[in-house]
């Protein structure tokens, strides 16, 4: 079922993908969404936030029901598995629950998150951050893309209502348990010799906007001594970065940069610079986060921040002796953040399966799982959503 999905939004350059949220790759993957969700007969629903969702059975607050899936939305020159895995091993687990001649005993469903990395507004998973309300609708809809469109200009040429959007009390109460399958962005699973494992926490990460402010003039003309040359304290605030994370014992990354004018011959004015800073200690993060802005001389914005995400152990511990087989699957913490944590901290049962990844390389176009494990996955999401919709 991913083959279907192989061409949309890939650069043939580089066999990466760039599919941006409302972008026209986004937007035809949702169609596929629709079809798929059409022809085994489910209930298609687009809530006011735009994630879609594709019930078998009709759910309610009174009668929540078991929901697996993930999102389509890619990073600029992401791989092929990252969301979309989680999406299509969902239709293919309702599938194999049909032939098992499995009748739910509450709806399950099947969820495409929109929005979930961030990459063309730079909040994450902000579909379903705007779902269970912890993201603001003002904030969001004033959010800017490197076009300088917003959020409310995408969604209106997308047919959809951006006042709408916000807290949506009445699908987050139809959700009573989620499940997210998702190829682990890591070797864990390389490392304990199985196909398949279960999510234990998500450490607290955030991202920070650096903005250094200097002077545009010449390349040429300008005397060294006379400069006001952002790109130098950016330059080592990037080899900050690294030593401080060193210190503190966390992961820091600047990934994304934006120079103004940007231009070869001369001397820029502003430097734009995001900073990714992960641990398994949220005091650990925000301490090298608050070394670092003492340093630089920049101003610094948090743009967000997800709290260290425990998944419900008692849940978290069904789905590891169910999708294990004959032995408990590995419990393993994860360092990527993703919609089932947002749903978690909203209160929500949630817990996530991992499908091994062999290279453990990610957001990157070599990115990969073997068929062998990606069915083996499907097989433990099937066992779980049966087992939890008894």
């Known amino acids: 079922?991913?083959?279907?999905?192989?061409?949309?939004?890939?650069?043939?350059?580089?066999?990466?993908?760039?599919?941006?949220?409302?972008?026209?790759?986004?937007?035809?993957?949702?169609?596929?969404?629709?079809?798929?969700?059409?022809?085994?007969?489910?209930?298609?629903?687009?809530?006011?936030?735009?994630?879609?969702?594709?019930?078998?059975?009709?759910?309610?607050?009174?009668?929540?029901?078991?929901?697996?899936?993930?999102?389509?939305?890619?990073?600029?020159?992401?791989?092929?598995?990252?969301?979309?895995?989680?999406?299509?091993?969902?239709?293919?687990?309702?599938?194999?629950?049909?032939?098992?001649?499995?009748?739910?005993?509450?709806?399950?469903?099947?969820?495409?998150?929109?929005?979930?990395?961030?990459?063309?507004?730079?909040?994450?998973?902000?579909?379903?951050?705007?779902?269970?309300?912890?993201?603001?609708?003002?904030?969001?809809?004033?959010?800017?893309?490197?076009?300088?469109?917003t959020l409310a200009d995408v969604m209106t040429?997308?047919?959809?209502?951006?006042?709408?959007?916000?807290?949506?009390?009445?699908?987050?109460?139809?959700?009573?348990?989620?499940?997210?399958?998702?190829?682990?962005?890591?070797?864990?699973?390389?490392?304990?010799?199985?196909?398949?494992?279960?999510?234990?926490?998500?450490?607290?990460?955030?991202?920070?906007?650096?903005?250094?402010?200097?002077?545009?003039?010449?390349?040429?003309t300008t005397r060294l001594a006379d400069r006001d040359d952002p790109m130098v304290p950016f330059a080592r605030m990037v080899q900050a970065a690294r030593e401080l994370a060193e210190r503190h014992g966390v992961v820091a990354t600047v990934g994304k940069v934006r120079v103004s004018p940007g231009n070869a011959n001369a001397i820029p004015g502003l430097v734009s610079a995001w900073l990714d800073a992960r641990g398994a200690g949220e005091a650990a993060v925000r301490a090298l986060v608050a070394d670092l802005a003492a340093e630089a001389p920049a101003d610094v914005r948090e743009e967000s921040w997800t709290p260290v995400v425990d998944f419900d152990v008692a849940l978290r511990d069904r789905l590891a002796r169910v999708a294990g087989g004959d032995t408990p699957a590995p419990i393993l913490a994860t360092g990527a953040g993703h919609d089932a944590g947002i749903l978690a901290t909203a209160g929500v049962p949630s817990a996530m399966v991992f499908v091994r990844n062999p290279t453990g390389v990610s957001h990157s176009p070599d990115e990969h799982a073997e068929r062998a494990d990606c069915e083996a996955g499907v097989v433990a999401l099937a066992n779980v959503l049966e087992d939890l919709c008894r």
Request: hydrophobic share 40%; proline share 7%.
């Open 157 to 220: 040429r997308a047919g959809r209502t951006p006042r709408a959007i916000g807290r949506d009390g009445e699908t987050l109460a139809m959700i009573g348990t989620f499940v997210e399958l998702h190829v682990e962005q890591g070797r864990g699973l390389v490392t304990e010799g199985r196909p398949v494992g279960v999510a234990d926490a998500i450490w607290p990460h955030g991202r920070w906007r650096f903005d250094f402010r200097g002077r545009a003039d010449h390349a040429g």
């Open 1 to 149: 079922m991913l083959e279907p999905l192989a061409h949309v939004g890939r650069d043939p350059a580089t066999g990466g993908y760039v599919r941006d949220a409302w972008s026209p790759a986004d937007l035809e993957l949702r169609e596929w969404f629709a079809g798929e969700a059409t022809r085994r007969g489910l209930d298609l629903r687009e809530d006011r936030n735009g994630n879609l969702w594709a019930w078998w059975g009709d759910p309610s607050p009174r009668r929540p029901g078991v929901v697996t899936g993930s999102h389509f939305d890619s990073v600029r020159q992401g791989g092929a598995y990252d969301g979309p895995l989680g999406v299509v091993s969902a239709f293919a687990a309702l599938d194999l629950l049909r032939t098992r001649g499995v009748t739910p005993a509450v709806p399950v469903g099947v969820a495409c998150f929109t929005d979930e990395e961030g990459a063309r507004f730079g909040v994450p998973c902000m579909g379903s951050r705007l779902l269970t309300g912890l993201l603001e609708p003002d904030r969001a809809l004033g959010l800017k893309d490197d076009d300088g469109d």
